[in-house]
């Protein structure tokens, strides 16, 4: 598997290092940063134990055609998650090409208990900088459903990102089945949405919204 590079994506990217004989050139990232980070066991755990369908209910504040959403305490999962917004800072620093100053504010936070049938529509969240998603359970026969799936994308239960309009030569989606503790973190009016399935087990996430402050 070829590694990722650690570089700076607002710098202009020279290759020229294995083709001898070419011209120097230059090709450029842009658009939104979308983080991915993995969680520990150990945190994985912590946050799983903050899921409860006895908490109270938040549909009527979220897009997801789902009957399970309810609330987390978002200073339970920042005190979890902090470390790996470290990590996002530099990530931040890399992609934008100056340092993330402010502080970071967890302002809201939610479990997604997904089950058959269920979708998140094309949505993007308001009133916030960045927002997250944490996979928290994958249910083994969703695992299986996915697989046997012949499509285009990532098949059922996967998580679409959209950025400005389909055009030839260029990248404006991307696509992920999800993994049990990875966590995204993006900005908060970057279009995502989730495939429904069909598969009679849950699929459980976990959702945050963040303020610069």
């Given amino acids: 598997m070829k590694k990722e590079r650690n570089i700076s994506m607002t710098k202009p990217l020279v290759s020229t290092k294995n083709s001898p004989g070419l011209i120097p050139y230059h090709f450029f990232y842009w658009g939104p940063l979308l983080f991915r980070i993995k969680l520990s066991k150990e945190d994985l755990k912590k946050c799983t134990k903050l899921c409860s369908k006895e908490s109270s209910v938040v549909n009527d504040t979220l897009a997801g055609v789902i009957k399970h959403q309810h609330y ?62 944490l996979f928290v359970k994958v249910p083994e026969k969703l695992k ?27 990248i404006c989606s991307k696509n992920f089945f999800p993994v049990v503790g990875d966590l995204f973190i993006f900005p908060a009016t970057l279009t995502h949405f989730v495939s429904p399935f069909m598969c009679k087990e849950e699929r459980v996430s976990i959702s945050a919204n963040f303020r610069l402050d």
């Fill in 72 to 133: 987390i305490s978002p200073l339970d999962l920042y005190k979890i998650i902090e470390p790996y917004l470290k990590s996002f800072r530099q990530a931040h620093q890399q992609w934008y090409g100056k340092p993330l100053l402010k502080t970071i504010i967890t302002e809201t936070a939610w479990v997604n208990f997904m089950k058959a049938g269920e979708f998140n529509p094309p949505h993007i969240h308001d009133n916030c900088d960045f927002s997250s998603v």
């Fill in 144 to 170: 299986e459903e996915n697989k046997k799936f012949s499509g285009t994308g990532k098949g059922p239960g996967s998580i679409a990102f959209t950025y400005g309009e389909a055009q030839p030569y260029s």
